[in-house]
């Protein structure tokens, strides 16, 4: 990471919203925030992250090795 302020730093997880925002939350209408917590939930940890990257070259985060 580079100094604090720079922009550089976010935008991963800026493209990370944008790209949540763009195939879920705007077209999807939730009734309940509780709903809209699960489904976002779900979308991640199902679709998005089904294959991480590094597990394709055999690295295990600091999570994973817990």
């Given at each position: 990471m580079s100094c604090i302020g720079n922009c550089?730093?976010?935008a991963c997880i800026k493209s990370?919203?944008?790209m949540i925002k763009r195939?879920?939350?705007y077209l999807e209408k939730?009734?309940?925030r509780e709903q809209a917590i699960r489904r976002?939930?779900?979308y991640i940890?199902?679709?998005y992250?089904?294959?991480r990257i590094h597990s394709s070259k055999?690295?295990?985060?600091?999570?994973e090795n817990l």
């Open positions: 550089i730093d976010h990370f919203h944008s195939e879920l939350v939730f009734k309940t976002i939930f779900e940890e199902v679709w992250n089904r294959e055999g690295i295990m985060s600091e999570y």
